[in-house]
């Protein structure tokens, strides 16, 4: 993935289910890890908390292969189509030991909005400009 953001994802024991491999809820678990690390890192400046913020509007995972016990994993991640008020974020899920190996890909749409007002507002020209430093045209 071009310019995007990579974070290493450690498979804990608890996120493995009885089938004894990682559950399908735990990707988007993943997924939000990387959204944080992502933000803490490069747009925590750009986000006011009491004047915009996001939401979460939509997220979807495409599952390509289970994942079993003790592979340690990467996250890319990447931002697509920054629109007037929402933003796309694009996940691919690799083996940390060998990337062509793809466990993953995923989408979320995040929408600014206002939690005082309880409306969707545009995006800050702050984020739009964190966000654009990320900008991938392939599919994750």
């Known amino acids: 993935m071009k ?3 990579r974070i290493p994802i450690q498979v804990r024991f608890r996120d493995l289910d009885v089938m004894g491999h990682v559950n399908n809820a735990v990707f988007f678990t993943y997924f939000e890890t990387g959204r944080v690390a ?6 925590s400046k750009a986000l006011d908390r009491e004047s915009s ?3 979460l509007a939509r997220a979807s995972c495409d599952y390509i292969r289970p994942i079993p016990p003790g592979v340690e ?27 062509s190996v793809i466990y993953a890909r995923g989408e979320s749409v995040q929408v600014c909005y206002d939690y005082a007002r309880q409306t969707s507002i545009e995006i800050p020209p702050e984020l739009r400009e964190a966000l654009l430093k990320f900008q991938c045209e392939d599919q994750a």
């Open 3 to 5: 310019n995007g953001y």
């Open 38 to 43: 992502f933000y803490r890192e490069h747009v």
């Open 53 to 55: 913020s996001f939401i």
């Open 73 to 99: 994993l990467i996250l890319h991640m990447g931002t697509k189509n920054p629109g007037k008020k929402s933003f796309q974020h694009v996940y691919l899920l690799t083996d940390a030991a060998d990337e």
